[in-house]
């Protein structure tokens, strides 16, 4: 395995060309075991190809392969080969993927990594039995571990996808509701987002055979983690650039999306806050004017500030939780360049 050879700075990804040279082929040849349709569709969706099944000339539209580096990684970080955690790399990564193309139905969302999504080119049932295939293929890839470690590899990941589904339930129901605490925020991130990540990280414990306390380390990192990143995603989907995050900025905002710097601006005393309260609890949609206006009051009423901090303190847990995994100085150094590159990434 090639190893990440040098500490990457703030916002920007390590090189992790070596996790594609580890989890590329067993990744490729879960994909294309699918059914055709849904083979064709997840392909498409990673960007290994156009919607009529041409490979596409560069395939680098299919992320950053952050879940499945956590797990190899994690699998390290305990004194073991990269190899033993594939099963957990490859499954945590059908997962974000089932994840992402349910989410696009669900919000809607035209843009996935500066493509069409899947569901706009393919259609609603067949983007939402691709994501269904490709969670089928996840608990599949588990099974094909080590029989020793299996079990207990399966068992992480649906304690894991349970959090999930009721995290992404309460961030629909937030759209909705006129009163949304930061604990409320707080709670559905660590399921929506937290779950999986902690959850990569753990099956690289699980897989690698660390006893309880390591791969309790290692769930609690990613766990806080996540959060941290979906406090930095909230961030980004209002004050980012869609150059960046392949989506449109302020779509968040025209959705009436209860992010964490939306919560925290409208929970804050003030002029600002209280206009933002009456701009979201308004009938008309927002659109143009009222989404340049919304995020000018996020700001002005702490939103910004709020979420930073949060994801600051979720990192300073995070970091805290994985010493307790007791990692390799070498898998440390890298765990802590990735978690940063996560969370630092730039408005």
């Known amino acids: 395995m090639s190893q990440i050879t040098d500490s990457a700075p703030a916002g920007a990804f390590p090189r992790l060309e070596w996790v594609d040279d580890v989890l590329s082929p067993a990744l490729r040849a879960a994909v294309e075991s699918l059914p055709a349709a849904e083979s064709l ?6 960007g290994w190809c156009e919607a009529d099944g041409a490979p596409r000339a560069s395939v680098s539209g299919g992320g950053k392969a952050v879940r499945p580096a956590l797990a190899l990684l ?3 970080a305990v004194g073991a080969d990269p190899a033993a955690a594939v099963p957990g790399a490859v499954a945590v990564e059908l997962v974000h993927d089932f994840t992402l193309l349910h989410d696009d139905v669900i919000d809607g969302d035209a843009l996935r990594r500066h493509r069409p999504a899947a569901w706009s080119l393919f259609g609603t049932p067949a983007a939402v039995l691709t ?4 969670l089928v293929a996840a608990l599949r890839a588990l099974t094909q571990a080590s029989p020793r470690r299996a079990g207990a590899a399966v068992q992480e990941l649906v304690a894991a996808l349970l959090e999930l589904v009721e995290g992404q339930s309460h961030d629909v129901a937030f759209e909705k509701a006129h009163d949304v605490s930061v604990a409320d925020y707080l709670t559905m991130a660590a399921g929506k987002t937290g779950a999986l990540i902690g959850c990569a990280c753990a099956l690289g414990g699980v897989l690698a055979g660390a006893d309880a306390v390591r791969v309790g380390g290692l769930r609690e990192f990613g ?3 996540g959060v941290a990143f979906q406090c930095a995603d909230d961030i980004l989907g209002i004050w980012g650039r869609s150059a960046r995050s392949g989506k449109p900025v302020g779509a968040d905002l025209a959705a009436r999306k209860k992010s964490l710097p939306v919560v925290a601006a409208l929970a804050a005393p003030g002029p600002a806050a209280e206009r933002l309260r009456e701009l979201y609890r308004s009938p008309h949609p927002l659109a143009g004017g009222d989404i340049d206006l919304a995020r000018l009051l996020v700001e002005e009423a702490g939103g910004r500030r709020a979420a930073e901090e ?5 990192m300073t847990v995070a970091l805290r939780s994985l010493s307790l995994a007791q990692p390799t100085a070498d898998a440390y150094r890298q765990l802590h360049d990735i978690a ?3 969370t630092c990434r730039e408005s």
């Open 41 to 46: 569709v997840a392909r498409y969706h990673r």
């Open 223 to 225: 766990r806080h983690l």
């Open 131 to 134: 994501g269904d295939a490709l």
């Open 74 to 76: 994690s699998a390290v």
């Open 340 to 342: 940063w590159a996560m």
């Open 310 to 314: 949060e994801a600051r303190r979720q």
